[in-house]
Protein backbone atom coordinates (compact mmCIF):
# COMPACT_ATOMS: atom_id res chain seq x y z
CA UNK A 1 0.00 0.00 0.00
CA UNK A 2 1.14 3.07 -1.16
CA UNK A 3 2.21 6.13 1.40
CA UNK A 4 -1.39 7.77 -0.17
CA UNK A 5 -3.32 5.12 0.55
CA UNK A 6 -2.23 4.70 3.87
CA UNK A 7 -2.90 8.70 4.36
CA UNK A 8 -6.59 8.22 2.75
CA UNK A 9 -7.53 5.30 4.83
CA UNK A 10 -6.31 7.39 8.08
CA UNK A 11 -8.72 10.33 6.91
CA UNK A 12 -11.11 8.21 6.32
CA UNK A 13 -11.49 6.20 9.37
CA UNK A 14 -10.67 9.65 10.97
CA UNK A 15 -7.68 9.04 13.33
CA UNK A 16 -4.46 10.33 11.12
CA UNK A 17 -4.75 13.57 10.79
CA UNK A 18 -0.81 13.96 9.28
CA UNK A 19 -1.00 17.81 8.14
CA UNK A 20 -2.91 18.92 11.60
CA UNK A 21 0.11 16.98 13.60
CA UNK A 22 2.69 18.10 11.28
CA UNK A 23 1.63 21.67 11.84
CA UNK A 24 1.09 21.28 15.46
CA UNK A 25 4.79 20.04 15.19
CA UNK A 26 5.93 22.73 13.81
CA UNK A 27 3.86 25.68 16.02
CA UNK A 28 4.90 24.20 19.30
CA UNK A 29 8.67 23.68 18.35
CA UNK A 30 8.90 27.45 17.29
CA UNK A 31 6.58 28.46 20.61
CA UNK A 32 8.96 26.34 22.95
CA UNK A 33 11.97 28.09 21.51
CA UNK A 34 10.51 31.45 21.32
CA UNK A 35 9.42 30.77 25.09
CA UNK A 36 13.11 30.14 26.34
CA UNK A 37 14.59 33.07 24.18
CA UNK A 38 12.17 35.00 25.70
CA UNK A 39 12.92 34.27 29.57
CA UNK A 40 16.88 34.26 29.08
CA UNK A 41 17.36 36.88 26.48
CA UNK A 42 19.06 39.74 28.12
CA UNK A 43 17.11 42.71 25.93
CA UNK A 44 14.10 43.50 27.28
CA UNK A 45 12.49 44.89 23.82
CA UNK A 46 13.70 41.46 22.08
CA UNK A 47 12.37 39.34 25.25
CA UNK A 48 8.85 41.30 24.37
CA UNK A 49 9.31 40.20 20.04
CA UNK A 50 10.15 37.01 21.18
CA UNK A 51 6.72 36.77 23.21
CA UNK A 52 4.82 37.56 20.27
CA UNK A 53 5.79 34.46 18.86
CA UNK A 54 4.31 32.95 21.45
CA UNK A 55 0.86 34.37 21.40
CA UNK A 56 1.26 34.01 17.81
CA UNK A 57 1.44 30.05 17.79
CA UNK A 58 -0.50 30.06 20.70
CA UNK A 59 -3.68 32.08 18.64
CA UNK A 60 -2.33 29.00 15.79
CA UNK A 61 -2.68 26.47 18.50
CA UNK A 62 -6.19 27.78 18.79
CA UNK A 63 -7.21 27.51 15.21
CA UNK A 64 -5.83 23.84 15.46
CA UNK A 65 -8.32 22.74 18.07
CA UNK A 66 -11.06 24.44 16.09
CA UNK A 67 -11.88 27.67 18.40
CA UNK A 68 -11.60 30.60 15.96
CA UNK A 69 -12.99 33.25 18.18
CA UNK A 70 -10.56 32.31 21.05
CA UNK A 71 -8.01 32.59 18.47
CA UNK A 72 -9.26 35.50 17.11
CA UNK A 73 -9.49 37.42 20.66
CA UNK A 74 -6.10 36.29 21.48
CA UNK A 75 -4.52 38.13 18.34
CA UNK A 76 -6.39 41.44 18.68
CA UNK A 77 -5.94 41.45 22.77
CA UNK A 78 -2.96 40.13 23.42
CA UNK A 79 -0.59 41.07 20.43
CA UNK A 80 -2.68 44.22 19.38
CA UNK A 81 -2.86 45.64 23.25
CA UNK A 82 -1.19 44.05 25.60
CA UNK A 83 2.47 43.55 23.29
CA UNK A 84 2.05 47.49 22.77
CA UNK A 85 1.53 48.02 26.72
CA UNK A 86 4.51 46.10 27.42
CA UNK A 87 6.63 48.39 24.85
CA UNK A 88 4.97 51.03 26.70
CA UNK A 89 6.00 50.20 29.98
CA UNK A 90 9.58 49.22 28.73
CA UNK A 91 9.86 52.98 27.29
CA UNK A 92 8.32 54.50 30.36
CA UNK A 93 11.43 52.87 32.69
CA UNK A 94 14.48 53.57 30.83
CA UNK A 95 16.96 51.71 32.92
CA UNK A 96 15.24 48.27 32.24
CA UNK A 97 16.21 49.27 28.31
CA UNK A 98 19.83 47.66 28.84
CA UNK A 99 20.29 44.13 30.00
CA UNK A 100 19.58 42.90 33.54
CA UNK A 101 22.96 41.00 33.79
CA UNK A 102 24.21 40.02 37.29
CA UNK A 103 21.54 38.03 37.45
CA UNK A 104 22.85 35.67 40.31
CA UNK A 105 23.65 32.17 39.35
CA UNK A 106 22.07 30.29 42.38
CA UNK A 107 18.94 32.03 41.67
CA UNK A 108 18.91 31.01 38.34
CA UNK A 109 20.21 27.28 39.46
CA UNK A 110 17.22 27.19 41.83
CA UNK A 111 14.96 28.08 39.09
CA UNK A 112 15.66 25.85 36.47
CA UNK A 113 15.44 22.85 38.74
CA UNK A 114 11.92 24.17 40.27
CA UNK A 115 11.22 24.17 36.31
CA UNK A 116 12.75 20.89 34.94
CA UNK A 117 11.04 19.34 38.45
CA UNK A 118 7.50 20.64 37.92
CA UNK A 119 8.08 19.41 34.25
CA UNK A 120 8.88 15.72 34.95
CA UNK A 121 5.86 15.58 37.85
CA UNK A 122 3.33 16.97 35.24
CA UNK A 123 4.40 14.79 32.09
CA UNK A 124 4.37 11.80 34.30
CA UNK A 125 0.81 12.63 35.37
CA UNK A 126 -0.24 13.62 32.06
CA UNK A 127 1.47 10.51 29.97
CA UNK A 128 -0.01 8.23 32.95
CA UNK A 129 -3.79 10.01 32.84
CA UNK A 130 -4.11 10.65 28.94
CA UNK A 131 -1.29 8.59 27.22
CA UNK A 132 -3.48 8.09 24.31
CA UNK A 133 -6.93 9.76 24.20
CA UNK A 134 -8.03 10.53 21.11
CA UNK A 135 -9.10 14.24 19.97
CA UNK A 136 -11.29 14.45 16.84
CA UNK A 137 -12.20 17.98 15.75
CA UNK A 138 -14.76 17.04 12.87
CA UNK A 139 -16.02 20.99 12.97
CA UNK A 140 -14.59 24.78 14.26
CA UNK A 141 -16.53 25.84 17.12
CA UNK A 142 -18.89 28.16 15.68
CA UNK A 143 -19.28 31.81 17.01
CA UNK A 144 -22.83 31.72 18.04
CA UNK A 145 -22.30 29.11 20.44
CA UNK A 146 -20.09 30.93 22.30
CA UNK A 147 -21.79 34.15 22.09
CA UNK A 148 -25.01 32.27 23.29
CA UNK A 149 -23.17 30.43 26.48
CA UNK A 150 -21.52 33.78 27.40
CA UNK A 151 -24.54 35.90 27.00
CA UNK A 152 -27.33 33.05 28.69
CA UNK A 153 -25.32 30.33 30.90
CA UNK A 154 -21.91 32.96 31.95
CA UNK A 155 -23.92 36.03 31.96
CA UNK A 156 -23.09 37.01 36.16
CA UNK A 157 -19.35 35.68 35.33
CA UNK A 158 -19.12 37.83 32.39
CA UNK A 159 -20.81 40.81 34.21
CA UNK A 160 -18.26 40.31 36.83
CA UNK A 161 -15.18 40.61 34.48
CA UNK A 162 -16.33 43.64 33.03
CA UNK A 163 -16.75 45.28 36.05
CA UNK A 164 -13.02 44.02 36.73
CA UNK A 165 -12.12 45.53 34.11
CA UNK A 166 -13.18 48.97 35.11
CA UNK A 167 -11.93 48.62 38.23
CA UNK A 168 -8.56 47.76 37.19
CA UNK A 169 -8.93 50.95 34.28
CA UNK A 170 -9.29 53.25 37.61
CA UNK A 171 -6.96 51.27 39.66
CA UNK A 172 -4.00 51.78 37.32
CA UNK A 173 -4.59 55.15 36.33
CA UNK A 174 -4.94 55.71 40.09
CA UNK A 175 -1.23 53.95 40.53
CA UNK A 176 0.50 55.43 37.98
CA UNK A 177 -0.94 58.79 37.96
CA UNK A 178 1.21 61.74 39.13
CA UNK A 179 0.75 63.31 42.60
CA UNK B 1 -4.27 14.15 16.86
CA UNK B 2 -4.23 13.33 20.81
CA UNK B 3 -5.20 15.37 23.74
CA UNK B 4 -1.78 14.63 24.92
CA UNK B 5 0.71 16.70 22.66
CA UNK B 6 -1.60 19.99 23.59
CA UNK B 7 -1.41 18.66 27.44
CA UNK B 8 2.45 18.31 27.46
CA UNK B 9 3.05 21.52 25.13
CA UNK B 10 0.99 23.47 27.84
CA UNK B 11 2.87 21.64 30.61
CA UNK B 12 6.29 22.71 29.25
CA UNK B 13 5.25 26.73 28.34
CA UNK B 14 4.16 26.83 32.08
CA UNK B 15 7.41 25.19 33.15
CA UNK B 16 9.53 28.00 30.88
CA UNK B 17 7.34 31.04 32.62
CA UNK B 18 7.96 29.46 35.99
CA UNK B 19 11.64 29.80 35.38
CA UNK B 20 11.18 33.25 33.94
CA UNK B 21 8.83 34.26 37.27
CA UNK B 22 11.48 33.01 39.57
CA UNK B 23 14.96 34.07 37.52
CA UNK B 24 14.63 37.24 36.34
CA UNK B 25 14.83 40.53 38.30
CA UNK B 26 13.50 43.46 35.85
CA UNK B 27 9.65 43.53 36.68
CA UNK B 28 8.53 43.94 33.18
CA UNK B 29 10.19 40.32 32.31
CA UNK B 30 8.36 38.93 35.56
CA UNK B 31 4.99 39.90 33.70
CA UNK B 32 6.05 38.85 30.66
CA UNK B 33 6.75 35.13 32.20
CA UNK B 34 3.59 35.42 33.56
CA UNK B 35 1.55 36.01 30.47
CA UNK B 36 3.48 32.99 29.10
CA UNK B 37 1.81 31.27 32.28
CA UNK B 38 -1.33 32.42 31.05
CA UNK B 39 -1.51 31.45 28.00
CA UNK B 40 -0.14 27.80 28.62
CA UNK B 41 -3.60 27.62 30.60
CA UNK B 42 -5.62 29.00 27.80
CA UNK B 43 -4.36 26.07 25.93
CA UNK B 44 -5.42 23.72 28.42
CA UNK B 45 -8.79 24.99 28.96
CA UNK B 46 -9.53 24.85 24.78
CA UNK B 47 -8.20 21.54 24.40
CA UNK B 48 -10.29 20.19 27.29
CA UNK B 49 -12.97 22.06 25.70
CA UNK B 50 -12.60 20.44 22.52
CA UNK B 51 -11.61 17.11 23.84
CA UNK B 52 -15.16 17.60 25.73
CA UNK B 53 -17.03 19.30 23.33
CA UNK B 54 -18.41 21.69 25.43
CA UNK B 55 -18.41 25.24 25.02
CA UNK B 56 -17.26 26.33 28.73
CA UNK B 57 -13.91 25.69 28.26
CA UNK B 58 -13.64 28.42 24.87
CA UNK B 59 -16.12 30.87 27.42
CA UNK B 60 -13.27 30.76 30.39
CA UNK B 61 -10.19 31.14 27.94
CA UNK B 62 -12.10 34.12 26.83
CA UNK B 63 -12.46 35.15 30.58
CA UNK B 64 -8.78 34.46 31.44
CA UNK B 65 -7.49 36.99 28.37
CA UNK B 66 -9.85 39.42 30.01
CA UNK B 67 -7.99 39.43 33.30
CA UNK B 68 -4.64 39.04 32.02
CA UNK B 69 -5.57 42.07 30.42
CA UNK B 70 -6.54 43.54 33.50
CA UNK B 71 -3.99 42.00 35.44
CA UNK B 72 -1.00 43.41 32.87
CA UNK B 73 -2.25 46.84 32.77
CA UNK B 74 -2.08 46.94 37.19
CA UNK B 75 1.17 45.12 36.91
CA UNK B 76 2.96 47.78 34.50
CA UNK B 77 1.17 50.53 36.45
CA UNK B 78 2.94 49.14 39.89
CA UNK B 79 6.35 48.74 37.79
CA UNK B 80 6.17 52.22 36.84
CA UNK B 81 5.39 53.47 40.33
CA UNK B 82 8.86 51.48 41.73
CA UNK B 83 10.54 52.93 38.71
CA UNK B 84 9.20 56.58 39.69
CA UNK B 85 10.24 55.53 43.38
CA UNK B 86 13.86 54.15 43.08
CA UNK B 87 14.94 54.51 39.25
CA UNK B 88 15.19 50.70 38.83
CA UNK B 89 12.85 47.91 38.22
CA UNK B 90 15.08 45.21 39.69
CA UNK B 91 12.51 43.35 42.04
CA UNK B 92 15.43 41.93 44.46
CA UNK B 93 15.63 46.02 45.48
CA UNK B 94 12.19 46.44 46.16
CA UNK B 95 12.38 44.52 49.51
CA UNK B 96 10.54 47.17 51.78
CA UNK B 97 8.00 44.79 53.19
CA UNK B 98 10.96 41.97 53.95
CA UNK B 99 11.24 41.95 57.69
Not at chain 2, 28 to 55: C, H, P, T
Not at chain 2, 57 to 69: K, P, R, T, Y
Request: net charge negative; aromatic share 8%; hydrophobic share 65%.
Amino acid sequence: MTAAGVLAAGAAGGDLFVAQNVFFGVIALVMIVSAIRCVTTRNVVHAALWLVLVLAGAAAQFILLGSEFVAVTQVLVYIGAIIVLFLFGIMLTKASMGDDDSVATEKRLMASLVAVLLAVVMGIALLDSYSDTRLVIDEPQRFGVVSDAIFSQYIVAFEAVSVLLLAALIGAIVVARKE
Amino acid sequence: MILNQFLLLAAILFCIGVYGVLARRNGIMVLMSVEIILNSVNINLVAFGAFRDNVAGEVFALFVIAVAAAEVGIGLAIVLLIYRNRRSIDLSEADLLKG
